[in-house]
């Protein structure tokens, strides 16, 4: 949460002007208050007005109270962050401090901050009699995409200037309209391997249709285009009856077989590599 409210070093409120105005009700006058009661007077109004006991449009807002009333965002109160939101917002906020607190349009505010990368919804509030109240929802990153960007949760990519910040994630790949796709797959990839002491490390489709799984300690499981869910359960067996007591001399396997998979030994690749 974010909140702009007023300085406590500021100047004190001074109502003691008269305020006149017609709510569709008998006039309402106020002469030599206090700023005490002034202030709980406005605040009483700001209340009915929020309650939809009172409609104050802009068109109709007394001139009296806005050149009345002094009261404008002062200071802003971040709270913690995984993005940039923090940093972010505070400099954002820093267009509204001084701003009129009747005047000041909320509905900007929230649709200037959803613009921003990180953040999936924003809402905001006045809470009298000088604060502006922010409530920020991130979007929770699920993983990374191939070309920079971040996956969320809710399967839409995204494109903060600090991508890094999210920590170590899976890597994840494929055509943007296929991003749902790619993401239901490696859920159901990572579920299953956690069964098998198997960490998911990234899911990559290719735009032929090929998928291709890497697990955690770097072996690449070739999966093809056609029944993958059943070659991944191949592998999984294989791997549980013959492969589980060698998997570090493992470097890729090959599930596109009807019969079984082959598999390429980190052993096979070291006497292949020409020496410098």
């Given at each position: 949460?974010?909140?702009v409210d ?10 003691t002007?008269?305020?006149?105005a017609k709510f569709?009700?008998p006039?309402?006058c106020?002469?030599g208050l ?5 202030n ?18 802009g068109?109709h ?7 009345a ?7 802003v ?14 400099r ?8 009129s ?11 200037e ?16 009699p ?5 409530d ?8 990374y995409w191939?070309?920079g960007?971040?996956?969320s949760r ?5 494109a ?5 910040v ?18 239901s ?9 956690v ?5 998911f490390?990234?899911?990559s489709?290719?735009?032929r ?10 072996i690449e499981?070739?999966?093809g ?7 991944f ?11 589980a007591?060698?998997v ?13 998979v082959?598999?390429q030994w ?9 020496k410098?």
């Amino acid at each position: 949460m974010v909140a702009v409210d007023e300085g406590e070093s500021g100047p004190p409120f001074a109502y003691t002007i008269g305020l006149s105005a017609k709510f569709g009700s008998p006039e309402l006058c106020v002469a030599g208050l206090s700023s005490r009661a002034a202030n709980e007077l406005l605040g009483k109004l700001v209340e009915d007005v929020g309650a939809g006991r009172l409609s104050l449009d802009g068109d109709h807002i007394p001139a009296g109270i806005h050149e009345a009333q002094d009261c404008v965002w002062r200071r802003v109160h971040p709270s913690q962050f995984v993005g940039d939101n923090q940093v972010a917002v505070e400099r954002a906020a820093s267009a509204w401090i001084g701003k009129s607190y009747f005047a000041t349009d909320l509905a900007d505010i929230k649709a200037e901050l959803e613009q921003r990368p990180w953040v999936d919804s924003a809402a905001v509030k006045r809470v009298w009699p000088g604060r502006l109240e922010i409530d920020i929802r991130e979007k929770k990153p699920l993983a990374y995409w191939s070309d920079g960007r971040l996956v969320s949760r809710a399967g839409e990519l995204f494109a903060p200037p600090n991508p890094d910040v999210a920590g170590s994630l899976p890597m994840l790949s494929g055509p943007d309209e296929q991003v749902r796709e790619v993401i239901s797959m490696a859920r159901t990839m990572s579920d299953k391997l956690v069964g098998y002491g198997l960490g998911f490390a990234g899911l990559s489709l290719e735009q032929r249709g090929a998928w291709t799984l890497t697990l955690s300690n770097g072996i690449e499981v070739v999966l093809g285009r056609d029944q993958v869910e059943e070659r991944f359960e191949r592998f999984i067996a294989v791997y549980e009856n013959r492969l589980a007591a060698r998997v570090d001399e493992v470097s890729r396997i090959d599930a596109r077989y009807s019969n079984g998979v082959a598999v390429q030994w980190k052993s096979d690749v070291a006497q292949a590599t020409p020496k410098s």
